[in-house]
């Protein structure tokens, strides 16, 4: 079966400023039988996640007379986040054959991943927005550190705009 709980949380103590937290914990656990009853194979997973992130409203920064939203990107929303992952994993196969029974597989396993991320987002427009940023991961399976840098964009069409989408065989 498997259990999932989770918790979120946001704290805005002013216009231009905003912390945002959650944690996560999902369990599961799978048994797999052949057909004379004997496990083949079972295992779970326990997953607890912790992320939290600050985002930054410029707005108002260089024209004093906007009201700033930590939700709007109009003159820039800066956000810094961290998230720290814990993984437990147990894992057992067998293999029988008519008088034996092979066990293949039998380990347990703790791992912790750590990350981190910036982001800007803006509005060079009122119809675009853009969002630049990097994540940084450690790995603690692999002892790997993993950097992706990532560009997003989105056009907001005018609402008499239409798209159409066609599919066919030839």
């Given at each position: 079966g498997t259990a999932v709980a989770n918790m979120r949380w946001q704290f805005t103590p002013g216009p231009r400023f905003a912390l945002t937290s959650q944690a996560y914990v999902v369990s599961s656990a799978y048994r797999n039988t052949v057909s004379d009853g004997r496990t083949r194979d079972e295992g779970g997973d326990r997953d607890i996640t912790?992320?939290?992130?600050?985002?930054?409203?410029?707005?108002?920064?260089?024209?004093?007379?906007?009201?700033?939203?930590?939700?709007?990107?109009?003159?820039?929303l800066l956000e810094v986040g961290a998230q720290t992952q814990h993984l437990r994993a147990?894992?057992?196969?067998?293999?029988?054959?008519?008088?034996?029974?092979?066990t293949l597989l039998d380990v347990e396993g703790s791992f912790a991943n750590h990350a981190a991320w910036i982001n800007y987002r803006f509005a060079p427009t009122s119809a675009v927005?853009?969002?630049?940023?990097?994540?940084?991961?450690?790995?603690?399976?692999?002892?790997?550190v993993v950097a992706s840098p990532w560009l997003l964009a989105e056009w907001r069409a005018p609402p008499l705009t239409t798209l159409p989408v066609r599919t066919g065989i030839a």
């Open positions: 912790w992320p939290a992130a600050a985002q930054i409203s410029l707005a108002g920064v260089n024209d004093g007379n906007r009201t700033a939203d930590p939700a709007s990107a109009a003159n820039g147990t894992r057992t196969r067998w293999r029988f054959t008519t008088s034996t029974e092979t927005t853009v969002s630049p940023g990097v994540r940084v991961e450690h790995f603690s399976l692999i002892d790997a």
